[in-house]
Every structure is written in C-alpha cells, then in structure tokens.
C-alpha cells in the first residue's frame, strides 16, 4: 500500500505549511498523533500494520525452537529481534524517503496475513483493540515449528529541541512450545530526526531488554549518535545468566540497519554475522481487498490512500471525515445501549502470571492502565472468527 509516489521531503511549494506544522507541534501540550500533518508528510499506510514488521524473516522467526542449548537458544532470539529493528524502524524511511504519519487505526481495524516459505507457513492478526489510548494487539505464529509471538502497545510522542520523542508502551512475549519458554521483550524508545530539513527518519535511544523463563537475559543499548562504532543506527548488546550481566556469554555489535557481529566472550571468536542491508524480507500475502472483512485495514482505508497518493487533500480529508464520522456514531450508540466493542482476537484481563513475573525481575511496569488493560489473544476467539 505504501508508495514511492508519497514523496520525499518538503517540496518547495510546501515550506510554508511544513513551518506552521512545526510551530504547531512545539506548542501542543496533547496527544502528536491526533495533529493533522502537511500532505506530503502523510502515509497511506495505517499504524494497525507495523505489526508485520516482527516476522519479515520468518525462518529467523522459528530458528530458536530447533535450538536445544537454552543459552544458545537465548542468543537465537536476541538476533531474531535484532534483525527486526531495521525493517520497523527504517525501512519506511529508505522507501518513501522519509519517515511518514501513519493512519491512525480506528477501534476494531484488522491486519491479516502469512508468510510462505521454508519456515512453513507463519501467520499474522493485528487488532486495535483501543482508541482511548490508541492500542495495537498483535499475534504472529508458526504451528509447525511451535512458535508465536504476542503483545500489544501504543505510544505516547512528546516534542523539544526540534525532535520527537517517542516513548512505545506495552511489550511482547515470543513463547517456544517444545521448551515451554517465554520471552519477554521490552520496546526502545525512539526519537524522529530530520523535522528541520522536512525528512524524518527514526533513531534509537536508550536500553531494551528481552528475558526469558530459562535464566537468561540481553540487554541491548542503542546509540543515535554512533559513541559505540562511529556510525548512526548503533548498537551494543550483551547475552549473560541472570545475576551476571557482568559477566555475558556472547556479545553482539554493529548497526541495526547494516551488518553486526556475534561473539562468544569467553573465546573471543565471531560466530555468526548479520547484513541487515542485504537480508531478503518474505512478502505478506493478504486477500485481496474486495474479498477482505469491512473492518480490515486496506479495505476500509482504500479511498484515503487513494487521496494520499494523488497528493488530493481535499479528497483525503473528506474520506477520512467518512469513517472518524461512522466511528463518533458507532461509539454513542454503544454507549447509549451499556454496550462495548468486542474485539475479534484479543481479550482484555487485569493481570498476566508470565508477563507480570518477567517484568518483575526487570524491575518494569506492566503499565496496564496506559494501555486500557493486558491484552492477550484469543485461540477460541480466533476459531470463531475463521
């Protein structure tokens, strides 16, 4: 859906509308996302599809579940997370030339998909499961391999010194049937460069952890500014037991969006090496849009994304004042009859047994009232939908 045609950076006719933007985001005390952005900055895609960008490599995806040594088992998911990095967060930037405003997903959008290829067959569900505070939930599994992914999050965006600051809320937990074992994972904040010269792209600040109910934990630092190698997009992260992060098993190094380098601490040795740039994605197979459910993400947004990439704002204001209006109406009606949204894959619960233990010896917060409960999927919901 996402298109070359979107443009890049500011277009000369533009300077004007790009500068009263700025000023109105460094004013703006709510929520960014609810701001209406300049034509050329908008995306034609929504936010309920990130989710795909987890498991674009579906074989790295399932390769921790042949593993039967859990440290190497451990290191097998930290470079599976590893190699998502670049496609959530830059990908969009080498496409369109910069990094666009998605669509913001209404209460019930769907996201449906797999991916075919020697790893079998993974399959995708993303929901907005919340509006009030925007909240995707997310499932991607592989049956044959015994493998699936699950979470949920939303996004609080703040703005100084010229750079949005983006702090991502909630989590998700990878579990591996034939060990029994979670893996919780943490999610990096992130800032948005390049608003001056009107073409932003992503960086990476701060840590993130991924722990896991066999003992062990990564922890990985990210550096916008290359203090690590020198070069944006770096990283450091360290694989130790837990108890003894001073003390880690392997280590890896480099750029999330180019290559980086494993290595075992003890001898010293490389053992394995990743080229992001050169790593060849699987494309997601969805139903072709007629075919796919009213409230499925291209379906429901094909006449704003038409607009968008006509580059007619008149036409895209007017198709999305269509649903937001169709929303407004479906909301009071559920309120006037005591009722609310039921969401077709994920449940909403207080608590979470697993998620709350391994965020306890992270020392986090689930943040369960920041994103309106714990989400999890639902396999019974999930059957009933099919």
Known sequence: MSSSTEGSAVPASAKGSWSSFLKSIASFNGDLSSLTAPAFIL????LVEFST????????FIAPAAEKDPAKRALLVLKWFLSTLKQQYS???????????????FLGELFL??????????????EQVSHHPPVTAYCIWNSEHGVRLQGYNGQKASFSSMTINVKQIGHAILHIDEFDEDYLITLPPLHIEGLYSGAPFVELNGDTYIT???GYTSRIKYSGRGWVSGKKN????SLYHDGKEK??????DGQWTGSFSIKDTKTKATLDTYDAAKSKTTSLTIAPVDEQDPLESRRAWQKVAAAIQKGDMDATSREKTVIEQSQRELRNKEKAEGKEWNRRFFVKTDSHATLEKLAKKLGVSVDGDKTNGVWTFSSEKASVAK
């Open 212 to 214: 896991s109910t066999s």
């Open 113 to 126: 998909g797999r991916w075919v290829d020697g790893a079998g067959e993974t399959q995708l569900v993303s």
């Open 91 to 105: 990908t969009r930037n080498e496409k369109l030339g910069s990094e666009k405003k998605p669509l913001n997903p």
């Open 247 to 252: 003390e880690p098993l392997y280590t890896v």
């Open 234 to 237: 770096s990283f450091n992260a």
């Open 53 to 60: 960008y987890w498991a674009e490599h579906p074989s790295i």
């Open 43 to 46: 995306s034609s895609t929504s």
